[in-house]
T-cell receptor, first 111, second 115 residues
Framework: GENVEQHPSTLSVQEGDSAVIKCTYS??????FPWYKQELGKRPQLIID?????GEKKDQRIAVTLNKTAKHFSLHITETQPEDSAVYFC??????????FGSGTKLNVKP | NAGVMQNPRHLVRRRGQEARLRCSPM?????VYWYRQLPEEGLKFMVY????????ESGMPKERFSAEFPKEGPSILRIQQVVRGDSAAYFC?????????????FGDGTRLSIL
């Protein structure tokens, strides 16, 4: 089955700095990789996703890169703001019907 | 377009009671997924359903837990004879089609507390 590992588990940055979170996966058939942001006590919210036919996707201050050969994908947040503070989860699919989630990265953006 | 609706938001049960959690998918979505999240942990897949069918229940404990998605009405996750270890947040997600290349949208979750 799919195995998703996420690093780091916690990340503290100064406002305005960049943050990078990395995930690795094991199933070479996986072809879709979403990232979710979860604020305390709230639902996971899809913030960006990438399909395997592209290597990078950007949406304003958020970008995701994918290296299929190495089986890893990363979330990049530039010009971080205090409201970016949350837990971020990556996910990868198995058997096209369920996602395996990483263990989460708690991002703290210090004003 | 209403999002994924879950109720109740909070549920308190005593050990041995039954818990019923409901999930209505987004309009136009026919695929429902249930996940469990313990405090400070990630989301763990439990079960994947389509209307009137359980497609994959490999993440759901074989005893005390069951799920359904009837032709009419919401999907229901049922936990019988609850124990303290069942305390968690249970999230439902829906997608418009099956496949690992479709985004899943989550509801607000049900926080289950067992006394």
């Amino acid at each position: 089955g799919e195995n998703v590992e996420q690093h780091p588990s916690t990340l503290s940055v100064q406002e305005g700095d960049s943050a990078v979170i990395k995930c690795t996966y094991s199933d070479s058939a996986s072809n879709y990789f979403p990232w979710y942001k979860q604020e305390l006590g709230k639902r996971p919210q899809l913030i960006i996703d990438i399909r395997s036919n592209v290597g990078e996707k950007k949406d304003q201050r958020i970008a995701v890169t994918l290296n299929k050969t190495a089986k890893h994908f990363s979330l990049h947040i530039t010009e971080t703001q205090p409201e970016d503070s949350a837990v971020y989860f990556c996910a990868a699919p198995e058997s096209f019907n369920k996602f395996y989630f990483g263990s989460g990265t708690k991002l703290n953006v210090k004003p | 377009n209403a999002g994924v609706m879950q109720n109740p938001r909070h549920l308190v049960r005593r050990r041995g009671q039954e818990a019923r959690l409901r999930c209505s998918p987004m309009k136009g979505h026919s695929h429902v997924y249930w996940y469990r999240q313990l405090p400070e942990e990630g989301l763990k897949f439990m079960v994947y359903l389509q209307k009137e069918n359980i497609i994959d229940e490999s993440g759901m404990p074989k005893e005390r837990f069951s799920a359904e998605f009837p032709k009419e009405g919401p999907s229901i996750l049922r936990i019988q004879q609850v124990v303290r270890g069942d305390s968690a947040a249970y999230f439902c997600a829906s997608s418009p089609a099956s496949g690992g290349n479709q985004p899943q949208h989550f509801g607000d979750g049900t926080r289950l507390s067992i006394l």
